[in-house]
């Protein structure tokens, strides 16, 4: 590049910066940090942010703990924030379409509002329960705003004779233990072999088993909920399994999983759909086709990006440090040019606080498919294991026992062999692999929504095309 | 007062846990609870908290600002 042209280009970056537009739609986590950093990053034109939920950004974690406990207000979650972001907040209305040719987003009551880059940030929801009738009894809840957390609080203080739990993820099972610290009975239900088999696997999932049962948790697993039934006001009394027995309850917590939020990407011509919004490493969305764009970013639990450490998959970290981390890298790339571009390559991990047991993970732990404990003592619940495939560590998990986790950290981040030499301390008699028990991932879970069209190169390409339920 | 914990980063060191007990609090062994929005009289104690923290891993606001309540 000669000169000049040096200089033009790095003119229009600074016009960009200081005139420039940009929207961000999603008001949590993710679209707040991403905003913090865009001004630290020095955008000082006119930055708009939009989200569905009229409260100003907050924490979702504390919802199943700290919150259903009592200890801390629904409400009370808000926050901080790292520095001004001097923005347009749009709060408490949804986005519901993008326009990519005239650059805009349009808004559930009717407005359009321009932009000249965009960040797509608007997460995931609760996946409902699929009879409507069932759902709409009293009494049943659902947890993912802070809305739905208040509500389940105050049915948890009232006593409720028995706690009915359909699912046995993070969530279910952090909301089961506050039951027993509550002293509620709570019925567990899940169709899995043994809670958080999604997350960490069969033998790990058979501990956690153990600690719900040892804790009064009425676990049931291999099991699904076949109805809810109500009493003559509509409030919920029992529910009936798919073994044909009943569970009597009066409040049923549904935590179905999460559904991403991209219906509102219908039609917009952008790579997106159940799979969250296709995107490349630095947080540049996909078109329709997998064309990267120019002036589209997606950050947070929504974004499939590709992972060098994991054979360049895409994958889908619905993680809290991904949102953090990836809006600091999507601001970046939104007022950098290429050569100044960061790559998001967070080392992904997680915690859940469940019956007084710390639970960490860095790494994907489903990528593996062996597992060894490696410290501690299963019996004690503290412990670390590690996930392998094909002679690789891949992930860690720790039962209290965090300390350690930077340790198996540093060794997933440049594939060391597995099993892994054996730590300097606190070492079991014997380390031996074993498969970690993922289930089948091959089972179909959704319906293709893309298909392609076409022969000449100049029309060929991919149409959405809208499920049919 | 906004605080939130990073709880990757958190190891469960537990300083904070000594310097501002109201606030900060252990679930077992090494799981961290916490207040996110603590009384201001507490601010003293939260700060060092922070300050304490091995890990570095708690923030609290320190902004006056009020924006962001605005809604269409």
Same mark, same amino acid.
């Given at each position: 590049m000669n000169a000049s042209t040096k200089e033009k280009v790095a003119d229009l970056v600074a016009t960009f910066k200081s005139t420039g537009r940009i929207v961000i739609v999603g008001a949590s986590l993710a679209g707040l940090r991403a905003a913090e950093a865009l001004r630290k990053e020095g955008f000082t034109g006119k930055l708009t942010i939009i989200g569905d939920e009229p409260e100003e950004p907050y924490d979702r974690p504390p919802l199943s703990k700290q919150v259903l406990k009592g200890w801390?207000? @629904?409400?009370?979650t808000k926050l901080p924030r790292a520095?001004?972001?001097?923005a347009e907040w749009r709060l408490?209305?949804?986005?519901?379409?993008?326009?990519r040719v005239n650059k805009q987003v349009r808004l559930a009551n009717g407005e359009q509002v321009p932009f000249d880059r965009l960040l797509i940030a608007t997460g995931t929801r609760a996946r409902e329960w699929p009879n409507k009738k069932e759902a709409a009894l009293e009494g049943v809840f659902t947890i993912r705003t802070s809305n739905d957390a208040a509500r389940l609080q105050k049915a948890l203080a009232a006593k409720p004779s028995r706690v009915l739990v359909i699912g046995a993820g993070f969530v279910g099972s952090e909301v089961a233990s506050v039951c027993r610290e509550l002293g509620l009975p709570v019925t567990v239900v899940e169709r @899995?072999?043994?809670?958080?088999v999604g997350a960490l696997g069969g033998v790990i999932g058979a501990i956690a088993a153990e600690m719900q049962r040892d804790h009064g948790v009425d676990l049931r697993t291999g099991i699904g909920v076949k109805s809810l039934e109500g009493d003559g006001k509509g409030h919920v009394r029992r529910a009936r399994l798919s073994d044909d027995s009943v569970v009597e309850c009066d409040v049923v917590l549904k935590s179905l999983g999460s559904i991403r939020n991209t219906e509102w990407l219908q039609g917009a011509g952008i790579a997106a759909g159940f799979w969250g919004v296709g995107c490349d490493a630095g947080c540049r969305a996909f078109d329709i086709n997998g064309v990267v764009t120019d002036s589209i970013f997606v950050v947070g639990d929504i974004a499939r990006f590709p992972y060098v450490l994991y054979e360049y998959q895409f994958l889908v970290l619905e993680h809290w440090d991904n949102a953090v981390l990836g809006a600091q890298v999507a601001a970046h790339n939104m007022v950098s040019l290429e050569a100044d571009r960061w790559p998001h390559l967070p080392l992904p991990g997680f915690w859940s606080g469940q019956f007084g047991v710390n639970i960490k993970s860095v790494?994907?732990?489903?990528?593996?498919n062996e597992i060894v404990f490696t410290q501690g003592s299963v019996k004690e619940r503290r412990f670390a294991a590690a996930y392998g495939r094909r002679g690789r560590i891949v992930a860690a998990v720790t039962f209290n026992h965090a300390k350690w986790l930077e340790h198996y950290g540093a060794q997933i981040e440049r594939s060391a062999p597995f099993p892994p030499p054996p730590a300097g301390y606190d070492r079991p008699p014997e380390l031996k692999p074993v498969p970690a028990e993922f289930p089948d991932p091959h089972v179909t879970t959704s319906l293709p929504t893309v298909i392609l069209t076409g022969h000449d190169p100049t029309e060929r390409g991919a149409e959405f095309q809208a499920r049919v339920h | 007062m906004r605080v939130v914990v990073d709880l990757n980063r958190?190891?469960?060191?537990?300083q904070c846990v000594f310097l501002a007990p109201t606030v900060f609090e252990l679930h077992g062994e090494e799981a961290l609870m916490y207040d996110p929005n603590p009384d201001d009289a507490t601010r003293l104690k939260v700060l060092r908290a922070a300050a304490a923290c091995p890990v570095q891993a708690i923030l609290v606001e320190r902004l006056g600002d009020k924006e962001g309540s605005a809604t269409s």
């Amino acid at each position: 590049m000669n000169a000049s042209t040096k200089e033009k280009v790095a003119d229009l970056v600074a016009t960009f910066k200081s005139t420039g537009r940009i929207v961000i739609v999603g008001a949590s986590l993710a679209g707040l940090r991403a905003a913090e950093a865009l001004r630290k990053e020095g955008f000082t034109g006119k930055l708009t942010i939009i989200g569905d939920e009229p409260e100003e950004p907050y924490d979702r974690p504390p919802l199943s703990k700290q919150v259903l406990k009592g200890w801390v207000p @629904a409400d009370h979650t808000k926050l901080p924030r790292a520095r001004q972001v001097d923005a347009e907040w749009r709060l408490g209305v949804a986005a519901t379409g993008l326009d990519r040719v005239n650059k805009q987003v349009r808004l559930a009551n009717g407005e359009q509002v321009p932009f000249d880059r965009l960040l797509i940030a608007t997460g995931t929801r609760a996946r409902e329960w699929p009879n409507k009738k069932e759902a709409a009894l009293e009494g049943v809840f659902t947890i993912r705003t802070s809305n739905d957390a208040a509500r389940l609080q105050k049915a948890l203080a009232a006593k409720p004779s028995r706690v009915l739990v359909i699912g046995a993820g993070f969530v279910g099972s952090e909301v089961a233990s506050v039951c027993r610290e509550l002293g509620l009975p709570v019925t567990v239900v899940e169709r @899995a072999s043994a809670p958080l088999v999604g997350a960490l696997g069969g033998v790990i999932g058979a501990i956690a088993a153990e600690m719900q049962r040892d804790h009064g948790v009425d676990l049931r697993t291999g099991i699904g909920v076949k109805s809810l039934e109500g009493d003559g006001k509509g409030h919920v009394r029992r529910a009936r399994l798919s073994d044909d027995s009943v569970v009597e309850c009066d409040v049923v917590l549904k935590s179905l999983g999460s559904i991403r939020n991209t219906e509102w990407l219908q039609g917009a011509g952008i790579a997106a759909g159940f799979w969250g919004v296709g995107c490349d490493a630095g947080c540049r969305a996909f078109d329709i086709n997998g064309v990267v764009t120019d002036s589209i970013f997606v950050v947070g639990d929504i974004a499939r990006f590709p992972y060098v450490l994991y054979e360049y998959q895409f994958l889908v970290l619905e993680h809290w440090d991904n949102a953090v981390l990836g809006a600091q890298v999507a601001a970046h790339n939104m007022v950098s040019l290429e050569a100044d571009r960061w790559p998001h390559l967070p080392l992904p991990g997680f915690w859940s606080g469940q019956f007084g047991v710390n639970i960490k993970s860095v790494g994907v732990c489903s990528f593996g498919n062996e597992i060894v404990f490696t410290q501690g003592s299963v019996k004690e619940r503290r412990f670390a294991a590690a996930y392998g495939r094909r002679g690789r560590i891949v992930a860690a998990v720790t039962f209290n026992h965090a300390k350690w986790l930077e340790h198996y950290g540093a060794q997933i981040e440049r594939s060391a062999p597995f099993p892994p030499p054996p730590a300097g301390y606190d070492r079991p008699p014997e380390l031996k692999p074993v498969p970690a028990e993922f289930p089948d991932p091959h089972v179909t879970t959704s319906l293709p929504t893309v298909i392609l069209t076409g022969h000449d190169p100049t029309e060929r390409g991919a149409e959405f095309q809208a499920r049919v339920h | 007062m906004r605080v939130v914990v990073d709880l990757n980063r958190c190891l469960g060191y537990a300083q904070c846990v000594f310097l501002a007990p109201t606030v900060f609090e252990l679930h077992g062994e090494e799981a961290l609870m916490y207040d996110p929005n603590p009384d201001d009289a507490t601010r003293l104690k939260v700060l060092r908290a922070a300050a304490a923290c091995p890990v570095q891993a708690i923030l609290v606001e320190r902004l006056g600002d009020k924006e962001g309540s605005a809604t269409s």
